[in-house]
């Protein structure tokens, strides 16, 4: 395993878990990998974030206990530095157990503890842990045929499993915040408190409690569920290094519907789109300025990951058509432009930015790009959905990319997104 790829290990109890959890990471440009039960770490296991399903939810806490210190065993042996232990949301499980065996392994200071999810009604308040303003004892999740819970306050339930003394940052120190907070984890640490737990009531909490802990030790064991790994990849300034490992590349020139719904899942994905205004720059000539070329550039400088469209929004595509009509110009002379500034745009930043991949829609888009690169061939590696295929070309300069061509009015809703993943694969 590369040592710079030792970022996190993430312990979930169950495979659902493990894999919100990942995908907060995800999102953020680390490749994340999830293994199932029984799979042990080693150094085949290539990626940023590790996340290990134990399937310990609902078995015997000495057994929990078991497979998750055998797990955090392996991790401290493979070199990992920061360890997250995935808590279900309506705390159902062996969650104090489970931390427990974690720290019974002398790797870190405490444990900080925010399993509170409050986008999905799930928060903690005076220690009272609420699901829908309800408190947790009196819900369903009482009731659950696995793993009832029946303590409503939270720092209680982790003292009763762990044996441990269990301090909580209450409502009063969280609403002062980040200084209020260092100095309550002080007390609580100086008190002998191996695990401390927070009220939170709002998204905000997560990154104000992570970052006063971190003030405080380097070696802290996070403990949550999708609500706190939110907000540790900013913490740790992981976001900040995804622009050094851009490298891929959308743009769509269709305007077909198909296209559109595309490019939908595609932004909701985590992609930007820039989208060229064709109107004022017609006719238009290879070379002339074009003000999307510098904001394409400026936001892969920030590290965002960018879809060039044209044809998007339909009333661009109307002033485009009213003012190529102006001076003369045909539909189809409008479409030719617009392919020419797509590929014109394409190629300056396919040739300029670090870039290996980059997904084509539209045929004329296609071309244009091509051309614009001295692209004389694609050679074909595979289909990546039915009639969607993969391949290889060669810039005039020697560049090798990754390319994906889609017809516009063809593929299914997540057609770009699958176009992406697999170049994401390839890199």
């Known amino acids: 395993m590369n ?22 990471f995800a999102r953020q440009g680390l490749q994340t990998e999830v293994l199932l039960d029984g799979v042990s770490l080693n150094d085949n296991v290539m990626a940023d974030i590790i996340v290990v399903d134990t399937s310990s939810r609902a078995i015997p806490a000495p057994e929990a206990y078991g497979k998750v210190q055998k797990v955090a065993r392996e991790a401290a042996e493979a070199g990992f530095c920061q360890y997250y232990k995935k808590m279900d949301s309506t705390l159902r499980g062996n969650i104090g157990i489970e931390i427990k065996a974690i720290l019974d392994l002398n790797l870190h200071d405490f444990a900080l503890v925010m399993p509170a999810f409050p986008k999905n009604g799930r928060i903690t308040v005076g220690g009272h842990y609420l699901l829908n303003g309800v408190p947790l004892s009196t819900t369903e999740i009482a009731h659950d045929p696995k793993c009832p819970v029946h303590e409503t306050v939270l720092p209680e339930l982790l003292r009763k499993q762990t044996g441990f003394l269990v301090g909580h940052i209450g409502f009063d120190d969280m609403a002062q915040g980040q200084d209020a907070i260092v100095q309550a984890i002080r007390r609580y640490l100086d ?25 405080i030790s380097e070696k802290i064991l996070w403990a949550g569920s999708a609500g706190l790994a939110e907000v540790l990849p900013h913490l740790f300034h992981w976001t900040a290094e995804r622009a050094a490992h851009q490298s891929i ?34 006719p238009w000539q290879v070379g002339q300025p074009h ?28 002033r485009a ?17 617009v392919a020419r500034i797509l590929g014109w745009i394409g190629a300056k930043i396919l040739q300029t930015q670090d870039i290996t991949g980059v997904v084509l829609t539209g045929g004329d888009t296609a071309v244009a790009v091509c051309n614009a690169l001295g692209v004389t ?19 005039k300069e020697g560049k090798k990319l990754f390319v994906v061509t889609k017809a516009g009015a063809f593929g299914a809703p997540d057609a770009l997104v699958k176009a992406v993943q697999k170049l994401e694969q390839r890199r």
């Open 291 to 318: 003000p999307a070329l510098q904001q394409v550039q400026d936001a892969l400088s920030e590290g965002k990951r960018i879809v060039l469209a044209s044809g998007y929004k339909a009333d661009a595509v109307e």
């Open 191 to 215: 008190a002998g408190c191996r695990i401390i737990s927070c009220d939170t009531w709002h998204d905000e909490h997560f990154l104000i409690a992570a970052q006063s802990a971190a003030n």
């Open 3 to 24: 040592p710079k790829s030792k970022r996190m290990i993430i312990i979930a109890d169950d495979l659902t878990g493990a894999n919100d959890t990942g995908v907060q």
């Open 249 to 282: 590349f959308v743009v769509a020139g269709s305007v077909s519907s198909v296209t559109r719904g595309q490019l939908e899942q595609l932004v909701a994905s985590g992609y930007e789109m820039i989208e060229v205004e064709v109107a004022g720059y017609l």
């Open 321 to 337: 058509r009213v003012a190529g009509e102006k001076i003369g110009m045909s539909s189809a002379q409008v479409s030719e432009n």
């Open 377 to 395: 061939g694609i050679r074909v590696l595979e289909e990546i959905a039915p009639a969607i295929p993969l391949g290889a070309m060669t810039t």
